[in-house]
């Protein structure tokens, strides 16, 4: 059901439509306001970055950032690109350019230590800080994240999985900052939902100690163990028939749990996913869920995860963003790219008059929120935020969307 005008989020990506053709040469060149007093908007990135990698996740954000003022076609916003050169010093000069200059807004940074050397600068100018970062430390004040957190990803599969009666959960989880994040949002999910928890297991990233706790994860020894056993019974009974039937097998039983959780993805989730079937967790009787790290186009790739789902934005915006970017730039972007569009849509959509404090606590942490490039978002009192994400089933042909994102943070009407 569309929700009535009031309870729409803000939309902040303009509808595809004939757009003239983009001069990227004058990308990193303000245009000229002269008899305006324009609405300053810095964005801070790693364009000087000494990792080349970087250099070019930043150079994507710029494009993108410049496509969504040239679509949205806000006069009145002046957008200045500064380059954090990837360092904590770099980002805190740059901000304090930027608010020399008069910024009323800053976007980006991208990563932790640059958000909070820039962070305490911005607050005490009362200036916004909307930045790409996923570490939920640097988040809150007058700081904001714009990134994807792991949070949404791990809540909405696991409500989906309630949803259609799996009950009782393990997790598989990297010993990193990120797995621990990941750990903390699977127990309170299940919590909140009343479902059960079985048994988290986390591994080291060297890839040859993923097998041990894979093995326990799996209670492959008691299995095995189990199976010994019921052929030796089998055996005295002289039941050769049954004998037959466990011809081939390693173990015996299922393993507790219907459903499991691995948060992994790339080269870490090639891995680690196939260790589970090698230890008789079977896929056709244990769902696998992933976390937002699922989505890419990779996973597809991995047999082990084959009918797994997980939770990302929905890809209809995120695809035609992605093809106007192609057409501008004739490459495809990178998925972190839709942050600086959705920021500099945001800003343009809030910028309702120069002059105006239209970057306001209040205007920022809207209920309804806003819709952008990966569906709808809003901003929550802590400086973290929300998203609307659909769920995804892997194919070997690609993600199959099997319960679709929803259109407004209000809770639905029966």
């Not at 980006?108 to 050397?117: C, E, K, Q, R, T």
């Not at 343009?348 to 209040?362: V, W, Y």
């Amino acid at each position: 059901m569309t929700p009535p005008p009031g309870e729409r989020p803000i939309a902040v990506t303009p509808p595809p439509a004939d757009l003239p053709k983009l001069d990227t040469g004058s990308f990193l060149t303000p245009p000229h306001m002269e008899g305006r007093e324009p609405v300053r908007v810095a964005l801070l990135l790693p364009l000087g970055a000494s990792q080349s990698n970087v250099r070019a996740v930043a150079e994507a954000l710029a494009n993108a950032g410049q496509m969504a003022l040239f679509e949205n076609g806000n006069a009145d916003i002046l957008l200045m690109p500064k380059d954090t050169r990837g360092t904590e010093a770099g980002a805190a000069a740059a901000a304090e350019e930027a608010l020399r200059e008069g910024a009323e807004i800053i976007l980006g940074p991208l990563f932790a230590h640059s958000v909070s050397a820039v962070a305490p600068l911005a607050e005490a100018r009362g200036v916004p800080v909307i930045a790409f970062s996923t570490d939920s430390n640097v988040a809150g004040g007058n700081t904001y994240l714009l990134s994807f957190l792991p949070e949404d990803s791990v809540t909405r599969v696991i409500d989906y999985a309630g949803l259609q009666s799996y009950e009782t959960f393990a997790a598989f989880l990297p010993q990193t900052a990120y797995g621990e994040r990941v750990r903390a949002a699977f127990l309170q999910a299940l919590s909140a939902r009343a479902l059960q928890i079985d048994r988290v297991e986390t591994y080291p990233a060297d890839a040859q100690a993923m097998f041990d706790p894979a093995r326990r994860l799996a209670r492959y020894d008691e299995r095995r163990a189990a199976l010994r056993a019921e052929k030796a019974r089998l055996e005295e009974a002289g039941d050769t028939a049954a004998l037959k039937r466990l011809e081939g097998r390693d173990t015996i039983g299922d393993v507790p749990f219907d459903a499991v959780l691995l948060a992994a993805g790339g080269t870490e989730l090639k891995s680690a996913a196939p260790l589970l079937p090698y230890f008789d967790i079977d896929p056709r009787k244990v769902k696998f869920l992933g976390t937002g790290l699922w989505d890419d186009p990779a996973t597809r790739l991995e047999p082990a995860v084959q009918g797994g789902w997980y939770a990302a934005p929905p890809r209809a915006a995120r695809d035609a963003f992605s093809a106007r970017y192609r057409s501008y730039f004739g490459e495809t972007p990178p998925l972190i790219a839709s942050l600086s569009y959705d920021a500099v849509s945001l800003t343009s959509a809030l910028a309702r008059a120069p002059g105006k404090d239209d970057f306001t606590r209040e205007a920022l942490l809207i209920e309804d929120g806003f819709a952008g490039v990966d569906g709808i978002f809003r901003f929550l009192p802590d400086g973290t935020n929300e998203r609307g994400l659909a769920v995804f089933e892997v194919q070997s042909s690609g993600p199959v969307l099997i319960d679709p994102a929803p259109a407004s943070f209000r809770p639905r009407a029966f």
